[in-house]
């Protein structure tokens, strides 16, 4: 039987109540600009629920997307010091809340949200909306089986090779959309696949640049990650 691609819907009941946050970006122009974004009160409902469980037994799935992760914030403040091309087209892959593509949106991208949670991209687009952030779409997507049809220039990826078994997928994702000028920009909290990762890149034909950075937030205990810019080789 031919692998089929994996989705998956949270339950409705299970996405109240929410809670709100503020995050501040400092942009390259200067000035800091503020999101609101919004999520579920606590992941423990999530975490518990029948559906959950049928989905883990089904392909190991886990509600990741309704937490806000510090890999989110690392590459949406790296993207928010680069001047960027008007209307470029970029997809996220793993959107979860949509916290990298806010910031693209921010920047004058067109971002498509992806995950393979249909509750995500129903947070994500909210998480657009009041923040005034029209120009996005949102696509169910398994990143394991990439759209045949979609060449980016940029594809954005936040915390997203936690295990070893993502990792030939991702790469198999980026030779499939991205373009063959573009670029991927990849957050990581320096997990332990983090040498894996980077040689893999290498072996497949990929160059890259791998800028360490930090996160400091109040009352949160300091974060250091990678993020990554990766292109082909050519």
């Keep these: 039987m031919t692998p089929q691609p994996f989705l998956h819907t949270t339950p409705d009941e299970l996405l109240e109540p929410t809670v709100e946050t503020v995050i ?4 390259h122009t200067g000035n800091i600009r503020q ?3 919004v999520l579920p009160t606590s992941i423990d409902s999530l975490l518990d629920h029948p559906s959950t469980h049928a989905a883990f037994a089904q392909d190991e799935y886990m509600p990741y997307w309704a937490e806000l992760w510090p890999s989110a914030l690392m590459l949406g403040r790296a993207l928010a010091q680069q001047p960027w091309p008007e209307g470029i087209k970029v997809l996220e892959v793993g959107c979860g809340l949509g916290v990298t593509g806010l910031i693209a949106l921010a920047l004058g991208m067109e971002v498509t949200f992806s995950d393979y949670d249909a509750a995500a991209l129903k947070f994500a687009a909210k998480n657009a909306q009041i923040n005034g952030l029209r ?4 696509l169910p997507l398994d990143w394991r089986y990439p759209p045949k049809n979609m060449t980016v220039p940029l594809i954005l990826a936040a915390d997203v090779i936690y295990e070893s078994r993502n990792i030939s997928p991702l790469l198999n994702l980026l030779n499939t959309v991205m373009g063959p000028t573009g670029e991927c920009w ?3 909290p320096d997990r332990p696949q983090k040498e894996e990762f980077q040689s893999a890149l290498s072996e497949h034909g990929f160059a890259f640049e791998a800028m360490a950075t930090t996160l400091e ?3 949160q205990p300091l974060v250091k990650g990678t993020v990554y810019r990766i292109w082909r080789e050519h």
């Design 24 to 27: 501040d970006i400092p942009f």
């Design 35 to 37: 999101f609101r974004i």
């Design 135 to 138: 120009q996005f779409h949102t």
């Design 186 to 188: 990849l957050s990581d």
């Design 217 to 219: 937030r109040p009352q």
